[in-house]
């Protein structure tokens, strides 16, 4: 019995996982207002009543969807190794976030729907992006405590940072022939040298 209750897990985990992808699909072809549920059980190629069953409503559907594009994002962003100064946490931060844009874009395009409508609908600030405005401005805050940042206002710092993030998928998707390295490379340095007290390779400490 205890087999195959967690046989039935299993399943019901994948078919979830398999309509959220779906939904992620379908949203970044044809956009958070015409992806319906029969348009993501097509894409998934089942019934579209498993939507229903599966997450009780779209909308149940969307908000699970959202939250995994998100936990991804999170477990990609996180560094394989203990960073050795601020700067270098900031870089590899925002070389990371580029990397994943580059091989997951679909996904992230979805998010940045859901950025524009919050907007449209009037919500400026999601749950998600408090949060993460408010780690970013701790994060800064800490390194210009240590010297390793400028003595910029660090609430503004974030909110560039926060836009910038934003708006990179668009900008992938929109240059679509330009190299990687342009945002793996040359999209970090741009913040890095401008926040910056020191220049790669010196003493991260000093000011």
């Known amino acids: 019995m205890a087999s195959a209750k967690v046989k039935t897990s299993f399943i019901e985990l994948a078919r979830r996982r398999q309509l959220v992808d779906a939904a992620i699909e379908t949203i970044a072809e044809v956009g958070?207002?015409?992806?319906?549920?029969?348009?993501?059980?097509?894409r998934a190629q089942v019934s579209p009543g498993l939507i229903n069953y599966h997450f009780g409503s779209r909308q149940g559907l969307i908000n699970q969807m959202r939250a995994t594009i998100q936990q991804r994002v999170d477990e990609a962003m996180q560094p394989v190794e203990v960073d050795d100064s601020y700067v270098s946490a900031l870089?590899?931060?925002?070389?990371r976030f580029a990397t994943y844009c580059l091989d997951n874009l679909p996904a992230m395009l979805v998010l940045t729907q859901f950025t524009r409508h919050d907007q449209a609908g009037g919500v400026t600030e999601d749950a998600e992006r408090v949060k993460g405005l408010a780690e970013l401005r701790s994060f800064v805050t800490e390194g210009q405590d240590c010297g390793q940042f400028r003595p910029t206002d660090a609430r503004l710092?974030?909110?560039v940072?926060?836009?910038?993030m934003t708006d990179l998928p668009?900008?992938?998707?929109?240059r679509g022939d330009a190299d990687r390295a342009v945002f793996e490379?040359?999209?970090p340095s741009l913040f890095v040298s401008g926040i910056?007290?020191?220049?790669?390779?010196?003493?991260?400490?000093?000011?």
């Open 32 to 42: 958070l207002a015409k992806a319906s549920n029969a348009a993501i059980a097509a």
């Open 91 to 95: 870089e590899g931060m925002l070389r």
């Open 157 to 159: 710092v974030a909110s």
């Open 161 to 164: 940072l926060m836009n910038a």
């Open 170 to 174: 668009r900008e992938i998707r929109d």
């Open 185 to 187: 490379r040359d999209w």
């Open 196 to 207: 910056a007290t020191t220049v790669k390779g010196a003493d991260h400490g000093a000011t």
